[in-house]
């Protein structure tokens, strides 16, 4: 049944995200086209719409972002806390497996929202400076130079490809428990029969004011137990461990975070929820 949520959540969602995409797309290469304009002596009115173009760009960028946050808690209001949610209630699958499904949904749309944005600004950039593909290439050591470099500082491939998935874990996971927040936020609040939404800002406000807490608290716990200061740090090899461990504190973090909310969402749909 898991499957056909997501089979269904995927396509109801793509019919949104997928032009989006397309959008932001067309309008990179307007942009780049107007800037390319720029460059050339064109009419004050050309300059204003090429201007125009390039600044709807520049929104369209953290637009696309914010739309993508924005469908994903929708989708779950919409589905599970309205009047849509007497049916998706009653259907074959328990609590964890529709939370879980806008979970996976929404964990997709926004690795392929960060993607769909990082070619687009790293394209741009290229385009910007005149700059090709194999003049990047080029301009770097050979693979060999730097595997070898890497390997003389006691560094192996799997440094590099941990910290690139430490990197994606990271971008999914706050993505993930931004949405968590939403969705415990607004489960809690309609398990009340009266001020649903006004009760989802309370508590909203509230989770925030209380994880903002505990991570200051452990933060403050880690400093003052902290025994290796950066200065003590000469080599490459102890520069990446300690590059690690940070993220890893930080990966921490969140997952409990996400954790929490998780148990909250779950706690508001499954025991207290108040469709009427």
């Known amino acids: 049944m898991l ?3 997501l089979k269904h959540e995927l396509r109801a969602t793509g019919r949104i995200m997928l032009p989006i995409y397309g959008a932001t797309v067309i309008l990179a290469i307007l942009a780049n086209l107007s800037i390319r304009l720029l460059d050339h002596e ?8 090429a201007v125009l173009i390039i600044t709807v ?3 369209a960028i953290i637009a ?3 739309m993508t946050l924005v469908l994903m808690v929708k989708r779950f209001y919409s589905n599970y806390l309205r009047d849509e949610g007497y049916l998706m209630h009653t259907l074959p699958v328990d609590v964890h497996g529709l939370v879980w499904s806008k979970m996976i949904v929404s964990c997709i749309w926004f690795a392929g929202t960060f993607t769909v944005i990082a070619l687009i600004l790293a394209l741009t950039g290229l385009f910007l400076t005149g700059t090709s593909l194999n003049e990047v290439f080029t301009a770097f050591p050979s693979w060999k130079e730097i595997i070898a470099a890497m390997h003389k500082e006691g560094i192996g491939g799997g440094d590099v490809a941990l910290f690139i998935a430490e990197m994606i874990t990271g971008v999914l996971l706050a993505g993930l428990t931004t949405c968590l927040h939403f ?3 607004m489960a809690l609040g309609h398990m009340f029969s009266k001020d649903k939404i006004l009760l989802s800002i309370v508590f909203f406000v509230a989770i925030s004011i209380v994880m903002n807490i505990a991570v200051t608290g452990y933060g403050a716990a880690r400093l003052e137990s902290f025994d290796h200061p950066l200065g003590s740090i000469e080599e490459l090899r102890g520069l990446v461990n300690f590059v690690h461990g940070i993220i890893a504190e930080g990966l921490f973090i969140e997952i409990v975070r996400a954790a929490v909310m998780y148990a909250a969402t779950v706690i508001g749909l499954k025991r207290g929820l108040n469709l009427a």
């Open 57 to 59: 760009f520049a929104i």
């Open 183 to 185: 969705y415990a936020a």
């Open 64 to 66: 696309a972002a914010i």
């Open 3 to 5: 499957g056909k949520l």
């Open 42 to 49: 064109v009419g004050n009115l050309v300059r204003i719409f």
